[in-house]
């Protein structure tokens, strides 16, 4: 079946840094692959998404890009904030009819002053 | 527009109790979706709807049911509350045009925390 595999947290950082957050996934045909993020207290909140090979997600200065070839969704962002400070998830959802969102387990990120 | 609305926020039952979980949507989504979020854990599926009168079973249905009388509204109820079932709680809702084709983005509330003792 689908599944996504997300690296373990927490991911630490100071303010300003490069952040790589990798999700690989397993599925048959062209899945849509997204990042949620989970702030403090709140629900998921979705941040970007990719419908097809090649495509690029972007928001609030995130993006991942969809990458069949290696079947990743890798998120980045270029300069890190501490308001970035939350709990992202990765997830797909197959091609075909109803499919349910599969989630990856998140990943922490602990930005610093 | 209010999104997703989830009530109670926090709660804490004996084993045993049951309780009914309250989801409401005001976007006019046909899909609505419980989920559980389990520490350090992704979200597991409990249950879905695909519009009013109509609900599947998701991953972890066991202890749980549904209902969809209306396309607003998605209760989830526990009849007989385990310590297992100590979660957070949530609900989402997306949109689904004709043809078959798979639900667009999933659009979540605010999560429900769930004590059992």
């Known amino acids: 079946g689908n599944s996504v595999t997300q690296m373990e947290g927490p991911v630490t950082l100071s303010e300003e840094a490069f952040l790589t957050i990798n999700c690989t996934y397993t599925a048959t045909g062209y899945p849509s692959l997204f990042w949620y993020v989970q702030y403090p207290g709140e629900g998921l909140q979705l941040l970007l998404k990719?419908?097809?090979?090649?495509d690029k997600g972007s928001n609030k200065g995130f993006e991942a890009t969809y990458r069949k070839e290696t079947t990743s969704f890798h998120l980045e962002k270029g300069s890190v904030q501490v308001s970035d400070s939350a709990v992202y998830f990765c997830a797909l959802r197959g091609d075909t009819g109803f499919q349910k969102l599969v989630f990856g387990t998140g990943t922490r990120l602990l930005v610093s002053p | 527009n209010a999104g997703v609305t989830q009530t109670p926020k926090f709660r804490i039952l004996k084993i045993g109790q049951s309780m009914t979980l309250q989801c409401a949507q005001d976007?006019?989504?046909?899909?609505m979706y419980w989920y559980r979020q389990d520490p350090g854990m992704g979200l597991k599926l409990i249950y879905y709807s695909v519009g009013a009168g109509i609900t599947d079973k998701g991953e972890v249905p066991n202890g749980y049911n549904v209902s969809r009388s209306t396309t607003e509204d998605f209760p989830l109820r526990l009849e007989l509350a385990a310590p297992s079932q100590t979660s957070v709680y949530f609900c989402?809702?997306?949109?689904?045009?004709?043809?078959?084709?798979?639900?667009?983005?999933?659009?979540f509330g605010p999560g429900t925390r769930l004590t059992v003792l």
């Open positions: 989402a809702s997306s949109y689904s045009g004709r043809g078959g084709r798979s639900p667009d983005t999933q659009y």
């Open positions: 976007m006019n989504h046909n899909y």
């Open positions: 990719a419908t097809k090979a090649d």
